[in-house]
């Protein structure tokens, strides 16, 4: 009797404790890796003339006369990469706007926004950046988000369709 009540409480504990799925956390800390929600997708605008949408495959550039698109598709790799950094960065946890909250403000005019939008698991998370509005505590705290949007940029602007595109005629001073 004593035997049977050892081993349903030893059944007991592991069906509480799930080892299976704690194996699997391991092993994605392990390789740093995280699994992508099915619907990941994020939208990138450079503040200038610039933007991408990876749920449409989308990069978009501003002309004077008009806006040219081009379809552009991320690998499974470079998706993998983009979101294992937003996961690093705790994305979901920045503001929604870096800002100076105090200190010499460095202000600059045209000053330029730098935006990421995520959505992933359900959720939507919108994070902006003022280069023309900041300071070196501000830059500091930015940097994470400002590594995701360089990161994302360089995997960008090596793509074919991006090369071959004129480059915008519209200029900020």
Same mark, same amino acid.
């Given at each position: 009797m004593k035997k049977l009540k050892a081993v349903i409480i030893v059944f007991a504990i592991f069906s509480l404790f799930g080892f299976k799925d704690k194996k699997a956390s391991v092993k994605l800390q392990k390789n740093e890796k995280h699994l992508i929600p099915a619907d990941f997708s994020f939208v990138i605008n450079s503040g200038r003339n610039d933007s991408y949408n990876s749920q449409y495959g989308s990069f978009y550039r501003l002309y004077s006369e008009e806006e040219k698109t081009v379809k552009v598709e991320l690998t499974n790799e470079e998706?993998?990469?983009?979101?294992?950094?937003?996961?690093? *960065?705790?994305?979901?946890?920045?503001? *929604?706007?870096?800002?100076?909250?105090?200190?010499?403000?460095?202000?600059?005019?045209?000053?330029?926004?730098?935006?990421?939008?995520?959505? +992933?698991?359900?959720?939507?998370?919108?994070?902006?950046?003022?280069?023309?509005?900041?300071?070196?505590?501000?830059?500091?705290? +930015?940097?994470?988000?400002?590594?995701?949007?360089?990161?994302?940029?360089?995997?960008?602007? /090596?793509? /074919?369709?991006?090369?071959?595109?004129? /480059?915008?005629?519209?200029?900020y001073k």
């Open positions: 998706k993998e990469k983009i979101y294992s950094l937003i996961m690093k *960065i705790n994305f979901f946890k920045m503001p *929604i706007k870096f800002e100076p909250k105090n200190g010499i403000i460095s202000m600059s005019s045209p000053g330029c926004v730098k935006s990421i939008v995520v959505y +992933a698991d359900g959720k939507k998370k919108f994070v902006s950046y003022d280069f023309g509005f900041t300071n070196d505590l501000n830059d500091k705290k +930015a940097k994470p988000f400002l590594d995701l949007y360089k990161m994302i940029w360089d995997i960008l602007y /090596k793509k /074919k369709e991006i090369i071959e595109l004129q /480059k915008s005629d519209v200029h």
